[in-house]
């Protein structure tokens, strides 16, 4: 699974990290970063609430690929 921030799109709600502490952080930017070290099987549902509840769409997964 591939995760990404369009950067552009992410107004730093934190909604992300909140959900998903770990893999998501806000960075000094006050964006989104993830840490795909972090992504295992166990937490890649909390991932994916994350990505519904990201309030512009700013998370992008790709489950196809690694
Ligand atoms: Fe950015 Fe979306 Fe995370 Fe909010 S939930 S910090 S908009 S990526």
Redesign the pocket.
């Known amino acids: 699974m591939k995760v990404k ?2 950067e552009e ?9 909140a ?1 998903a502490n770990g893999v ?1 952080n ?1 960075n000094n930017n006050g ?2 970063e993830v840490n795909l070290k972090k992504i295992t099987e166990e937490n890649k549902e909390l991932v994916m609430d ?2 519904s ?7 992008e997964i790709d489950e196809e690929n690694e």
Do not use: H, L, R, Y
């Not at 799109?9 to 990290?17: D, F, L």
């Not at 509840?53 to 998370?59: D, H, N, Q």
């Open positions: 921030i369009i799109a992410c107004i730093g709600c934190g909604a992300c990290e959900i998501f806000i964006i989104a994350a990505a509840s990201c309030p512009t769409g700013a998370i």
